[in-house]
């Protein structure tokens, strides 16, 4: 009897257990070559679904497509049995208790087991944080549960058989010892959990390639598999829209002589670089013009361009997919795919959505979220990706967003994926972090020799200076009122001033006081909606540049400092880190057309309570450091406060100061043995050395001791813990009647997909204080939350106090 591996829902056409291993393994085996795996990835494709061949797993498939009678003997309750056979245990035992005499031999079989037996769920735990051994707890399961014994007699040959010959071939020995050769002695442990994930990100990707397009054979047009335009097409396209840009002042000219060192700067070898560049430097195309040229020297798959917010995000992946409109044109599909939370499903092509499942695109622009996901959040939906970050160009635009917690998690990945993964990354800011400079034991980042692309950064960065930073402080620090009075007297100078302050309560005090000025007046904060913002920009864009009379204030969280493209006369900036500064600096007199100089003035509001908000906190006594270091001696800082050399001194001090928090500290209170998540990926010491010899008397034998389900469960990029409100913002009250009118919720993923942009993330005592207000609809008890319209405003958006009165609220059913 033929074992059934799926049945096509459509036409009930069978797949049978031996037709999807082998192609599993011809997929697998394809990605893992992208490292030189080709023998570890075809194995572990031929084996993840072994247990399929077992009479349990049969009776159950067979059961629940009709193939057995309800009233046959044999047949089970499939609904009972889903997702309860254990089908993916045979495999890695069977790979587990092969014997070899190569002292490698075991990192090989622990490597191979753990993507088998993880594919699933996500990867597992070695060793747990208390030290318990699950993963020769799951290699010594017993067999009437793994059944394995019973499928190595029912498989045929071409899998076992293959298998066994696999495992026992120098080949796969010879191929991975050559990756771990790349593999440095004093980051080994890291680096094997890195290679972990990049083996089961391989096996999962191809399984639900191959899953998906068995039951939706189209799809199989649809994929581009990594065959993309040649890269020379590419660059044709880029170097036309290059050419046709104006040059009318001397900033076009030096963001062109940018552009030109960046494509001379492709030529180099792979490896980690940095462009240090200004802010309206044109950061954008030239690190596309180095990747692009790096790209066809080294025969890379892909770009991947990764944003730190997606408020920012839509503005870069519009002017890229522009450029090359006509070669997307040319083949039928975007080219440049937009991965990220707010992307609207009427956006999301068929080939879209199948690109963003694992990043299956020539460039790709994603966030620094999805990205760090990638590498190291738990589950399968994210690590599926990770493969595509190898031989690749992954550029970090304002690379000073990654999270301190996450530098060393960051560092060593970056250095896994240029040293065993061949790919290239360039780390674009104005504000260079020193990622190079911290604990090296832990994880610096191994920069190239001859890292920086701009041939002089100091000249650049004198010759790109558009604005005068002025030190407005006060002793005893600024009221509301004098701030909203030196926002007026600026206005009158310049015509319009942008204002970024620290917290959201700051902003909305501001915004009260400057409404109404006479001029048009804007609020940005993360109590607006994603759409909201984005029409706020749009908004902004087209009254606040050199050439408008429209008098223009906007005040703003610091949500609009990284990368947002507009341009204010003035910019007034609540004390921060020096980053932050720099950063708004950069939305002053960005395109350097002004007729006068851009002033940046910093203040020091006397009531603003940032205690809860350490980054910005610590960030701030740095900056106040250098800025004393710098009214005595400004000469050291090249007579500015926001040139490389104040900044180097700034990331200097304030890396100092928040040394422990870069390895990811876990306290008790989230996690009971307390820990970082770098040591739990890397040499899980207190695992290993104290809960494991405790409770065993000995030290553990496994080449890998990694707690990864608990340290992907417990690794979020964003710490703050938040409530989604979808507000009744623009198209927000559709979709919230049409959620409210719907029989199941659940099944609305289009509408729920839809609503992402008009939804508010709200801090736990908000959203418990909306509750409070009567504020909240729970729809359809479903735990999705909308917000009644008298709690949203539509200048500065949520409102626990209602904002407006006689409001028609049916639409939310209450």
Not at 127 to 138: I, V
Not at 510 to 537: G, M, W
Request: aromatic share 8%; net charge negative; with cysteine.
């Amino acid at each position: 009897m033929y074992c059934i591996a799926h049945q096509r829902k459509a036409d009930q056409q069978e797949q049978t257990v031996n037709e999807h291993l082998l192609s599993v393994s011809g997929i697998a085996k394809l990605f893992a070559s992208s490292i030189s795996l080709p023998l570890c990835g075809q194995l572990v494709g031929l084996l993840h679904d072994l247990g399929k061949y077992s009479d349990e797993f049969q009776q159950y498939i067979r059961s629940a497509i009709g193939h057995i009678d309800p009233d046959a003997e044999e047949y089970v309750d499939a609904k009972g049995k889903k997702g309860k056979i254990d089908h993916s245990t045979a495999g890695g035992q069977f790979i587990s208790n092969m014997e070899r005499e190569h002292k490698s031999f075991q990192y090989l079989s622990q490597l191979l087991s753990l993507a088998i037996v993880s594919h699933h769920g996500g990867l597992v735990d070695c060793l747990a944080p208390d030290g318990t051994d699950k993963y020769s707890r799951r290699m010594a399961k017993d067999d009437r549960k793994t059944h394995l014994s019973e499928v190595l007699e029912k498989a045929p040959d071409d899998v076992v058989g293959l298998a066994r010959e696999l495992l026992l071939s120098e080949e796969i020995l010879s191929e991975f010892m050559i990756v771990l050769k790349r593999i440095p002695k004093q980051s080994q442990n890291i680096y094997l959990g890195l290679l972990s994930r990049f083996l089961f990100s391989c096996l999962l990707d191809a399984d639900r390639i191959d899953t998906a397009d068995f039951e939706n054979p189209e799809n199989e047009n649809i994929r581009l598999n990594t065959q993309y335009p040649g890269w020379d097409k590419f660059t044709i396209a880029l170097e036309k829209r290059l050419s046709e840009f104006p040059v009318e002042n001397r900033v076009d000219e030096i963001r062109q002589e940018v552009s030109e060192a960046c494509k001379h700067a492709g030529t180099r070898e792979r490896g980690i670089y940095t462009l240090t560049v200004p802010t309206g430097g044109g950061k954008t195309l030239a690190s596309l013009r180095f990747a692009l040229e790096h790209a066809a020297k080294h025969k890379l798959d892909r770009v991947v361009y990764v944003i730190p917010y997606t408020s920012i995000i839509d503005q870069n992946v519009r002017e890229v997919q522009k450029v090359f409109a006509g070669l997307s044109e040319e083949y039928g599909v975007e080219l440049v795919l937009e991965h990220h939370s707010n992307l609207t499903p009427e956006k999301e092509t068929t080939a879209q959505r199948l690109m963003s499942e694992n990043w299956d695109a020539p460039i790709v622009f994603t966030t620094s979220v999805q990205l760090l996901d990638a590498l190291f959040k738990g589950g399968t939906r994210s690590a599926r990706r990770m493969h595509h970050l190898a031989n690749a160009v992954i550029i970090f635009d304002e690379v000073q967003t990654i999270p301190v917690k996450t530098v060393h998690l960051f560092n060593n990945a970056m250095n896994f994926l240029t040293r065993v993964c061949g790919s290239s990354v360039v780390l674009c800011t104005a504000t260079q972090p020193l990622l190079h400079d911290v604990d090296k034991a832990k994880g610096a980042i191994q920069l190239s020799p001859d890292s920086e692309i701009m041939p002089d950064v100091s000249a650049l960065f004198q010759e790109l200076r558009r604005v005068e930073v002025i030190d407005k402080r006060e002793i005893g620090g600024c009221s509301d009122e004098r701030i909203a009075e030196l926002i007026r007297e600026e206005l009158n100078v310049t015509g319009s001033v942008l204002t970024i302050v620290n917290t959201k309560k700051s902003a909305a005090n501001l915004f009260n006081l400057c409404k109404d000025l006479n001029a048009e007046v804007y609020h940005l904060s993360t109590n607006q909606c994603p759409q909201h913002r984005l029409e706020v920009i749009d908004q902004i864009r087209k009254r606040a540049h050199p050439g408008s009379t429209v008098p223009v204030v906007c005040i703003s969280t610091q949500l609009i400092e990284a990368g947002v493209d507009v341009d204010f006369g003035t910019v007034i900036r609540f004390v921060a880190g020096l980053d932050s500064i720099a950063q708004a600096a950069g939305r002053c007199n960005r395109s350097g057309k002004r007729k006068k100089i851009g002033r940046v003035l910093l203040v020091n509001p006397f009531h603003e309570n940032i205690d809860m908000l350490p980054e910005i906190k610590i960030g701030k006594e740095q900056c106040e450091r250098v800025l004393t270091e710098y009214d005595e001696d400004c000469s050291q800082f090249d007579n500015s406060l926001v040139s490389p050399q104040a900044l180097s001194r700034y990331f200097e001090y304030y890396f100092y100061d928040r040394s422990g928090d870069m390895d990811y500290p876990v306290s008790k209170d989230i996690h009971a043995q307390g820990d970082t998540l770098l040591e739990m990926l890397s040499t899980n010491c207190k695992a290993v050395n104290v809960f494991y010899q405790r409770a065993n008397r000995e030290v553990s034998s496994l080449p890998f001791c990694q707690s990864f389900a608990t340290a992907g469960k417990l690794f979020n990029v964003i710490d703050s813990q938040t409530q989604g409100v979808i507000v009744p913002y623009g198209n927000g009250k559709k979709i919230i009647a049409d959620l409210c009118a719907s029989e199941d919720i659940t099944k609305e993923k289009t509408l729920l997909k839809q609503a992402q942009r008009y939804a508010v993330n709200c801090f736990e005592q908000t959203f418990r204080n909306l509750a409070q207000a009567d504020a909240l609809h729970n729809i359809g008890g479903s735990g999705v939350y909308c917000l009644h319209e008298q709690h949203y405003s539509n200048d500065f958006g949520v409102s626990v106090a209602p904002v407006k009165k006689d409001i028609d609220i049916t639409y939310c059913g209450v």
